[in-house]
């Protein structure tokens, strides 16, 4: 039989366990609780932050710093003479919004699975005629400098005569120095190319210049 000083020895041990589980408990539950409310916060951010690791040419920590992405200007001469101004924006590879519902399990459209691809939108004008215009290419490297992407009118509709087609060369911050490949087409909508008219095989040189 254990006298009153045992007692009160292991009633101090429990009393003293108790208090130790109850606290670890609370812990738990705090954590369970923080990751619940901040995980899907915490990793939007840390996503974010990776991209600027990962995809340097469309997202920066220095809001200074010039990036692949947004709006150009400039224009190219085809081989008929005739003058092509431009105007493209290059989108962010993941807007936000579309982050916001990565990370809520809610299905975004684009794919971005390549650190090198990129996408985004162009009006041309021509003879005073503008038409809209998708465009979609890559960087040789994601910390590259060497660029390329083409041309798709939204509508599926090309012009008559030369159009802009597949464009290739250098970013350089705050300009791209490009060289653009035509493609020609008839009234009806053909394409058309005759390997003895040095036209056809004639490329035009496209400066562009930051918008924003």
């Known amino acids: 039989m254990m006298n009153g000083g045992a007692i009160h020895h292991l009633s101090f041990i429990i009393h003293h366990l108790k208090m130790a ?11 369970i609780l923080a990751f619940g409310l901040l995980g899907r916060v915490g990793c939007y ?17 220095d809001p200074n710093k010039p990036l692949l992405v947004g709006k150009w200007q400039g224009s190219v001469t085809d081989p008929d003479g005739v003058q092509h101004k431009v105007e493209l924006e290059i989108v962010e590879p993941m807007s936000d919004e579309e982050r916001q519902k990565r990370f ?5 459209k684009r794919d971005r699975s390549s ?5 985004g939108t162009a ?18 490297e994601p910390d590259g400098h060497q660029i390329h992407f083409q041309f798709r009118p939204v509508d599926d509709v090309h012009p008559p005569g030369f159009n802009l087609n597949l464009v290739e060369g250098n970013w350089n911050e705050n300009t791209l120095d490009l060289q653009v490949s035509f493609a020609f087409f008839k009234p009806d909508g053909g394409s058309f190319s005759d390997s003895a008219d040095p ?11 930051r918008m924003n």
């Open 21 to 31: 589980y109850s606290t670890k408990l609370k812990l738990v539950i705090i954590g």
């Open 115 to 119: 650190a090198t691809l990129f996408d």
């Open 123 to 140: 009006t041309l004008e021509v003879n005073n005629h503008k038409a809209s215009c998708e465009i979609w290419g890559g960087l040789d």
């Open 45 to 61: 951010y840390v996503n974010k932050k990776y991209d600027t690791v990962r995809r340097p040419w469309a997202y920066s920590d």
């Open 104 to 108: 809520s399990r809610k299905r975004i």
């Open 199 to 209: 036209r056809y095989d004639q490329k035009g040189k496209l400066l562009m210049n």
